[in-house]
């Protein structure tokens, strides 16, 4: 027996056949105790001479009492209609929590691959749902584990002959084809550099904190001015909940692109109560709006050539996106009033 109500179906039929039961037993009761009373059976024919009364006139049978307001068929109805809806409602809740469990265990995994697993409780349906679930996630973990192993493998495989190969260049009496062939290998571990540095921001898992995005932002401003650039930092905020570590790749990486296209760059804080804008502005050649969206895609580059000093490798916009992205922000880039890109970098405040 126990194993027929162990699934959803048998659950929520058996909540449904106890209440119309029992509304029906009420209902059954109550018109039986509050019922009108049978008609009396026909007097005979010498009753009214016995009694002495007239003929014709009514005997004096004893009357039932008169019923009361609430014996009618109010009360029945309205217990069946209420206890109906409680059924409908114990039902749809019986429905929808295990979805619910499921879609929160669903998105806690979605920001932390580490996330406990989904417990296996409820109905044999709902059972099933969180050991599918549990199965999926260890694989994810599993495969993420063994592609930071290789990472870690790629990295170390590929650093040697490069270092290598610098090593002979070293030999090579043409300098010309030396600084040509010396270009062509720092592009070769700067692309590397930058695929690892990408690969690595996908699998962190990073805890949120409160932080002082004022102070972060005149902190790189003042870094890169140390560095010779033309970087300026405008606009007051208040602390936010944040990444730290996902914020400044992703206000690093938005002032290196505009750096790199258009020399200079401006950094403006707006807050607001419910999400903090930050705008990093330059007046460079700017990106037609067709291309905008394509600029976030890893590896796209803008320009025909493949020269890394002037396009970079093509990573850092998909970087901040994604930054920006696990911060339950978004990153969007619009056309600045006079001529040049802004990027604009929305974050919501709890």
């Not at 063994?146 to 090579?172: C, F």
């Not at 998909?318 to 990153?331: C, F, N, P, S």
């Amino acid at each position: 027996m126990r194993g027929r109500f162990d699934t959803l179906f048998g659950r929520l039929f058996g909540v449904l056949l106890i209440a119309i039961v029992l509304a029906h037993l009420l209902a059954f009761f109550w018109f039986h105790h509050y019922g009108p009373p049978p008609p009396p059976p026909p007097p005979p024919a010498s009753a009214g001479q016995l009694s002495g009364l007239p003929p014709g006139s009514p005997p004096p049978y004893p009357r039932r009492p008169p019923r009361p307001w609430f014996g009618g068929p109010l009360v029945p109805l309205t217990f069946q209609f209420i206890s109906l809806i409680i059924a409908a409602w114990y039902g749809a809740k019986l429905l929808s929590r295990p979805i619910q469990r499921l879609s929160d265990a669903a998105e806690r995994l979605s920001e932390d691959l580490d996330s406990p697993p989904l417990e296996e409780v409820g109905p044999r349906e709902a059972r099933q749902a969180a050991s599918t679930f549990n199965r999926m996630q260890k694989r994810i973990r599993e495969q993420v584990q063994q592609r930071g192993r290789m990472l870690g493998a790629v990295s170390h495989d590929l650093r040697t002959p490069l270092s290598r190969l610098k090593l002979r260049l070293e030999q090579i009496e043409d300098s010309k084809l030396q600084g040509q062939m010396r270009q062509d290998l720092d592009d070769m571990i700067k692309m590397l550099d930058a695929t690892l540095s990408y690969l690595h921001e996908q699998r962190t898992s990073e805890a949120e904190q409160w932080m002082d995005v004022q102070a972060l932002a005149e902190s790189l401003c003042e870094n890169a001015q140390d560095q010779g650039a033309d970087v300026q930092a405008q606009g007051h905020c208040a602390p936010l909940l944040v990444q730290p570590m996902a914020l400044q790749s992703c206000l690093n990486n938005l002032l290196d692109n505009a750096l790199r296209y258009a020399g200079q760059a401006t950094l403006a804080l707006e807050d607001h109560r419910e999400h903090l804008l930050i705008r990093v502005i330059d007046h460079g050649p700017g990106i037609a709006v067709d291309k905008r969206e394509a600029v976030f895609e890893p590896f796209f580059r803008l320009e025909g050539s493949r020269n890394r000093n002037s396009g970079g490798v093509g990573l850092g916009m998909t970087i901040a996106r994604e930054a920006a992205v696990r911060m339950g922000g978004q990153l969007r880039l619009e056309e600045t009033p006079g001529g040049g890109l802004t990027a604009v970098l929305h974050l919501p405040r709890p």
